[in-house]
């Protein structure tokens, strides 16, 4: 099955400082999510990007499909973004019409004040 | 649209019992997934369904599971004889796609399940 690897799989960060995580992928996707899960468990999402660039506030996204990688960008953290960043994809030949998603083992992010 | 819930969000039991986990997805999503996730893991895929039909069991699902979502609305997921390794959290996503369009799932809080 398809491979998801992200890195780093630890990152601890000063409040205000810029972050760069990535997902890397062995296939062709349908569907690629970005999720951050807070300390509860909850998996939140952050944005739906199968390609191109999205931004949502301090948050941006970028997925490179023919490339095979995807990247969050966080700028200015804030503690609050403390949590595990999850990126989950659909592979285009999923043999079927199953549309699970499989999820890379995250980033632990720490944001420290 | 109040979001996927889940219920119970915390179980313990002893082993041997049956649990039973319901999700309430996304009101006219068509589709209904359960995930696992244990401790410093991404969420594995279970199964899903496209309305009431069930179209895919993953291997991790094992005879002792079943899950249902009659009318294609909430879902039941059901552990028999649990066992140790069950201990882990119980995800339900919904998502509202048409045909082979893939579209965002939302996820519920999970339940998370003790077996001691």
């Known amino acids: 099955g398809i491979q998801v690897e992200q890195s780093p799989p630890d990152l601890i960060l000063q409040e205000g400082a810029n972050s760069t995580l990535r997902c890397n992928f062995s296939d062709s996707v349908n569907n690629l999510q970005w999720f951050h899960q807070n300390p509860w468990g909850q998996l939140i999402n952050l944005f739906y990007?199968?390609?191109g660039t999205k931004q949502n506030g301090r948050l941006s996204a970028t997925t490179v499909a023919t490339e095979r990688y995807s990247l969050l960008y966080i700028s200015s953290s804030q503690t609050t973004d403390s949590g595990v960043y999850f990126c989950?994809?659909?592979?285009?030949?999923?043999?079927?019409?199953?549309?699970?998603?499989?999820f890379g083992k995250g980033t632990l992010l720490t944001v420290n004040p | 649209d109040t979001g996927v819930s889940q219920n119970p969000r915390h179980k313990i039991t002893k082993r041997g019992q049956n649990v039973t986990f319901r999700c309430d997805p996304i009101?006219?999503?068509?589709?209904l997934y359960w995930y696992r996730q244990t401790l410093g893991q991404g969420p594995e895929f279970l199964t899903y369904?496209?309305?009431?039909?069930?179209?895919?069991k993953s291997r991790l699902l094992s005879d002792r599971f079943s899950a249902e979502r009659p009318k294609g609305s909430f879902s039941t997921l059901e552990i028999q004889r649990t066992e140790q390794g069950d201990s882990a959290m119980y995800l339900c996503?919904?998502?509202?796609?048409?045909?082979?369009?893939?579209?965002?799932?939302?996820f519920g809080p999970g339940t998370r399940l003790t077996v001691l």
């Open positions: 009101s006219e999503h068509n589709r």
């Open positions: 989950a994809v659909e592979p285009r030949d999923s043999g079927g019409s199953n549309y699970k998603l499989t």
């Open positions: 369904f496209q309305n009431e039909a069930q179209l895919e």
């Open positions: 990007i199968p390609s």
């Open positions: 996503a919904s998502s509202l796609a048409y045909t082979s369009v893939t579209d965002t799932q939302y």
